[in-house]
C-alpha cells in the first residue's frame, strides 16, 4: 500500500444499526468496585471501604460513575470501530457522557446496548489520513433504567503513515529524584484529604463561584505494573468473564501481530492466553515498548478509556456523594507514557438552573504531564445540591 489514503467505505453500512450487546456472565460484585478505584488511583471510602459507605447517602457501596465503561467489553469502543479500514490500528480520542441518576451497586446486572453513530476523515500531523468515527453505549440495569450514554471517539489511522511521520526521541522513561518523587506523594495526599475533609457532606451549589479552582489531582509516575493494573480492572479482560462478541480483529483491518484472538469466545476455551489483547493483539503495544514502537508511540502508553475515568473520577471527587457529573465531553490529545505523572486542573466557568431544573456549574479541566504537555481537555456539567431555604 504505496498511496496516503484511507480508505473507510465499509462503515457506512453499519451506522445507526445497533451491535451485539456487552453483558457479564454474573451480576457485579463490590469488590469489582474496589478493584476499580484502586487501579484507577481513585481512593474515594465511598467505593471501597464498607464501614464508611454505609453511614453515607446510599447505605452501601456504590460504584464511581467512571465504573460503568467497566461492564462493556472493549473500552466503549465497539461502536466506534465497526467497519473494515485496511493496514489499520486505533487510539482514543474521546469520550462523551451523560449520566442519568440510577447508580451501579452490588447485585446489578449491566446491558451495554451499543450503535455506531458517524465517522469523518481529518488531515492530521500524526497519521496523515485519520479517521474519527463514534459509537453511542447505553448502560442499562436488570430493571431496564438507562444509568449512562458513552459517545465514544476512535481515531483509526493507518499504523504505517503513523511509523513514517512519529517521532521516536522520547523512547526511555523520564528519571525522578527521589525528592522529586516525595514531592508527588505530598500532593496526592492533599486531594484525598479534601475528600477526607469532605467526608458524608454536602457542597452547595450558592458556595460554588465562576472561577474557583478545583483542587490539584496529580497521580504517577504511570508504569508498566500501573498500566496493568488498569488493565485488569476492565472486567472482559478476565477469563470467562463476558458473553463474548466473536469479534474477528482482521475484519476492523488490524494489521498482523495486532489483530489477535481478543474477544474471541472459540479461542477463549481453548487457549485463552491467546485472547489477552494486552499480551497478544490489538493492545499489546501499551505494555511492551517494542511493539509500542510499531504503531508510532515511543513507549508503553495509558488507556484512552482510563483517562476518561481519570476525569470523571477528578470531578466526582470535589463534587461529593450529593453531587454528580451530569455530562462530560472529553477530548484525548496524547497518552499518558510510562514514566510520566498526571496533573489535573478544573475551573468553574460558569453557574446555572439548567432547563431540568438542576442546580449545576460548568468546569474547565485540563490533564497535563510533568512537562505541560497537553494530555486531554473536557467540559463538564456537575449538579450539586442546594440549601434548604
Known sequence: MNDKTLDCSDIDQFLGKPIAPARMKEPLHNNDFRRWVQAMHYPNLLHYDHDYAAEGRYGRLVAPLSFAVSTDDGHGAGP??????????????????????????????????????????????????????????????????????????????????????????????????????????????????????????????????????????????????????????????????????????????????????????????????????????????????????????????????SMGAWILDYLSGWAGEWGQVVHCNSAYRGPAFSGDATYMTATIVDKMVDEEGRHVVQVDCRMKNQLGTVMATAKAEIELPKKQA
Request: charged content about 25%; aromatic content about 14%.
Open 80 to 305: 466506534a470501530c465497526v467497519g473494515l479500514i485496511p493496514n489499520s490500528h486505533l487510539i482514543f480520542g474521546g469520550d462523551e457522557w451523560w449520566f442519568y441518576g440510577p447508580r451501579i451497586f452490588g447485585g446489578d446486572e449491566i446491558v451495554n446496548e451499543k450503535i455506531p453513530y458517524d465517522y469523518v476523515v481529518k488531515e492530521t500531523k500524526f497519521a496523515g489520513p485519520t479517521c474519527f468515527q463514534r459509537g453511542d453505549n447505553n448502560y442499562r440495569n436488570q430493571d431496564g433504567e438507562l444509568i449512562a450514554r458513552q459517545r465514544s471517539t476512535s481515531i483509526r489511522y493507518r499504523a504505517d503513515l503513523a511509523l513514517e511521520m512519529g517521532s521516536m526521541d522520547a523512547t526511555e522513561d523520564p528519571e525522578w529524584t527521589r525528592e522529586e518523587l516525595e514531592e508527588l506523594e505530598t500532593k496526592k495526599y492533599e486531594f484525598i484529604r479534601m475528600m477526607h475533609d469532605l467526608g458524608h457532606g454536602k457542597r452547595y451549589w450558592e458556595d460554588a463561584n465562576v472561577g474557583d479552582e478545583l483542587p490539584l489531582r496529580v497521580f504517577g509516575p504511570h508504569s508498566i505494573a500501573s498500566l496493568a493494573t488498569e488493565w485488569r480492572a476492565y472486567l472482559f479482560t478476565i477469563w470467562g468473564g463476558t458473553h463474548r462478541p466473536g469479534m474477528v480483529m482482521e475484519d476492523f483491518g488490524f494489521t498482523g501481530d495486532f489483530a489477535g484472538h481478543e474477544n474471541d469466545p472459540v479461542m477463549e476455551r481453548d487457549n485463552p492466553e491467546l485472547t489477552d489483547g494486552a499480551y497478544f493483539g490489538p493492545s499489546r503495544g501499551h505494555l511492551f515498548p517494542a511493539w509500542a514502537r510499531r504503531i508510532g508511540m515511543p513507549r508503553a502508553y495509558g488507556y484512552g478509556a
